[in-house]
């Protein structure tokens, strides 16, 4: 049987939007033609929309969904939500894929588990939209890269890689520190390079995630002086590995 991979989805309230962004989500998972697929939602919204819209979705016969409601995270940020999802997930890679977010092509999961096979992670393309604007920017793909200096240069939060919804692995026990906002990704890619080494990088023609760019999303709010102190943070944490 061909490998499971686990979808993983942390939904929040995100405004007049936020059916409009998780439904882009589904739908996009919904029209793969990779066929073994688990969805695991972990929903810390307040309210029941995301669950009532998950409950009535018409999934294909072929993708398990986990469901489950959360308060972790709630009013602070959306790492120990997005954790929540991976520690349901069954598969045997993750794909994390946040409400907000999609996929962009329909051979994205195929191309993302053929490339797990051999490989312990990867990155690949990401184009970024605007809001629901139908306006793409790096319409080609934003290509992931191999700094000279990594994974040192991860320390110093200087990301060539993309964010989480660029990149998926094996389902492992590492997740994303908690105590951190914003250079959680850089902390990931770090522990991630010095358990399995480089990623690999899937070099398609085209996209195969499409990373939404919100005015409000919290990497754009992050006062100065906390992405001063992650930095600092980062470089202690690991200074002995």
């Keep these: 049987m061909s490998e499971l991979i686990s979808v993983c989805l942390p939904t929040y309230n995100l405004g007049e939007n936020s059916i409009t962004y998780l439904k882009e989500n589904l739908d996009s998972i919904n ?3 990779y066929e073994n697929i688990e969805i695991s939602i972990s929903d810390n919204s307040t309210d029941d929309i995301v669950k009532d819209f998950v409950k009535d979705y018409p999934f294909k016969k072929n993708i398990k969904v986990i469901y489950e409601k959360t308060d972790r995270g709630r009013g602070h940020s959306g790492v120990p939500n997005t954790n929540n ?17 999609k996929l962009q092509s329909e051979d994205a999961l195929e191309l993302i588990v053929n490339c797990l096979r051999d490989n312990e992670w990867c990155a690949f393309k990401s184009v970024f939209q605007r ?3 139908p ?4 319409t080609n793909g934003n290509f992931p890269q191999h ?3 990594y994974p040192e240069a991860l320390l110093q939060g200087l990301n060539y890689i993309g964010g989480p919804g660029s990149c998926a692995w094996r389902n ?10 914003w250079l959680n990704d850089c902390d990931l890619y770090y522990r991630f390079w010095k358990m399995w080494g480089p990623m690999a990088i899937i070099d398609s023609n085209h996209p195969l995630v499409c990373i939404r760019d919100r005015q409000d999303a919290l990497s754009n709010v992050i006062p100065d002086a906390e992405k001063a102190l992650e930095v600092s943070t980062l470089i202690n944490k690991h200074k002995n590995a």
Excluded at 135 to 138: E, L, M, P, S, T
């Design 172 to 181: 492992c026990d590492i997740r994303l520190d908690e105590s951190m906002r």
């Design 85 to 101: 999802a991976w520690d349901n997930s069954t598969g045997d890679y993750i794909k994390s894929l946040p409400q907000d977010d």
């Design 147 to 149: 700094s000279p200096t």
């Design 31 to 33: 029209c793969q033609t």
């Design 135 to 138: 306006d793409y920017f790096f």
């Design 131 to 133: 809001g629901l604007s």
